[in-house]
């Protein structure tokens, strides 16, 4: 096994794209337990369950963005990730009805995985020993916490896994930024990134075609359009600032860019659980206006609400960016984040087409701006230095 060398031509194979492409059943098992539960406690679960599932895909993802292997060694490492990440894509809904063994193994054994690789990696590759000795030590002691509390009873069981989780993430935050000399790369990432959120868009577009099949009256037809809108918008705002050098300029830009790297890459999480949770609300909103003519509470929360959290989530992700945001780009983001919050709050007496309209239309201007105003058209520099907050 490699180090990735510094300067070589880095993309994502076809293997890794098979790969991200398996994930797609886990977030459609999180998008029917959102669909089946759309409540304050439904909207909970979605987003606690949510941070395993992308931790999973995260921990190999940046393993092999860091360490070239060989190929078959590759491809059988890759077989493996497949297989434990659809037992715990299948064992999602049963860990609602407390029945979480499927689950929680195949977690486990992604973590496993992930220790046996640094391992290897801290005893083969120069240079690699204090990073990787770190995160294998991390990842060995939440996979063991993690293990033992199956023994445990649910609600105790629940809060150490949650533990796990928040110590893992933050254990790896630690082992780079307490690492002098980090081992040389060609960062991929940011095309993950990338291929992921337009995995989560097309379960969202998914979602809304759902919808449309049970389209009766040009309101809901009109609801419906509007969330096919809202995903292509979600696709302009993200994309139009994808930036695939952002990480290799964080590793090269000292300590505060590679602590701004961690935002940039962790508050990928919102953004995902935003898109997807979005689309779960355009569904409900289709079914709403069948019904009656103003949207329920728990169809406001997923739909004006997982808005409200993907324009927040992408606004930070491209500020920790060494390109950021202008200040007065993302003062028009808070702005209408601040709109799709109160729409969710505050918006149950007003007529149901009403808020999807306003919601599409405030999220139209929001686009219109920054095309005009960061349009990559006009020469816009991605990897300049943003203008004050």
């Not at 064992?91 to 979480?100: A, F, Q, R, T």
């Not at 000795?133 to 629940?158: D, I, M, Q, V």
């Amino acid at each position: 096994m490699a180090s990735a060398p510094h300067g070589a031509d880095r993309r994502a194979t076809w293997l890794e794209l098979f790969f991200d492409l398996v994930f797609v059943v886990a977030v459609s098992k999180l998008a029917g337990m959102l669909l089946a539960d759309p409540s304050p406690r439904g909207a909970l679960v979605f987003l606690a369950l949510f941070v395993p599932v992308w931790w999973a895909w995260i921990g190999i993802s940046y393993f092999v963005d860091q360490f070239e292997l060989p190929p078959l060694v590759e491809r059988l490492l890759m077989l493996e990730q497949i297989a434990l990440s659809i037992g715990l894509a299948v064992g999602l809904p049963d860990v609602v009805k407390g029945e979480p063994a499927l689950f929680a193994w195949s977690y486990f054994g992604l973590r496993l995985t992930l220790v046996l690789l640094y391992s290897w990696a801290a005893a083969t590759v120069e240079g690699a020993r204090p990073l990787c000795a770190k995160y294998g030590a991390s990842f060995a002691l939440g996979a063991a916490a993690w293990g033992l509390a199956l023994l445990l009873p649910p609600p105790t069981r629940t809060a150490v896994w949650a533990a796990v989780l928040v110590f893992e993430i933050i254990a790896t935050i630690w082992a780079y930024l307490s690492t002098p000399d980090i081992p040389a790369q060609v960062s991929h990432m940011p095309e993950r990134f990338g291929l992921f959120t337009i995995i989560v868009l097309g379960e969202s577009v998914l979602a809304v075609t759902t919808g449309i099949g049970d389209v009766e009256g040009p309101a809901q037809l009109a609801v419906a359009a509007c969330g096919v809108v809202l995903a292509f918008f979600a696709w302009w705002l993200y994309f139009d600032y994808a930036d695939e050098a952002v990480i290799d300029r964080a590793l090269r830009g000292g300590r505060a860019a590679l602590y701004l790297s961690f935002v940039y890459g962790y508050t990928h999480l919102p953004v995902f659980a935003g898109i997807v949770a979005t689309g779960v609300g355009v569904e409900h909103a289709v079914e709403d206006i069948a019904h009656g003519a103003t949207l329920s509470g728990t169809t406001r929360l997923a739909l004006c609400g997982g808005l409200a959290l993907y324009l927040a989530a992408v606004s930070v992700v491209q500020r920790a960016a060494p390109g950021g945001l202008l200040a007065r780009v993302l003062a028009a983001r808070v702005g209408v984040t601040a709109l799709l919050a109160a729409l969710g709050l505050l918006g149950g007496g007003l007529p149901a087409l009403a808020v999807v309209l306003g919601m599409t239309l405030a999220v139209a201007a929001l686009v219109a701006f920054e095309y005009r105003t960061v349009s990559p058209h006009k020469d816009r520099e991605i990897g300049a230095a943003p203008e004050p907050a």
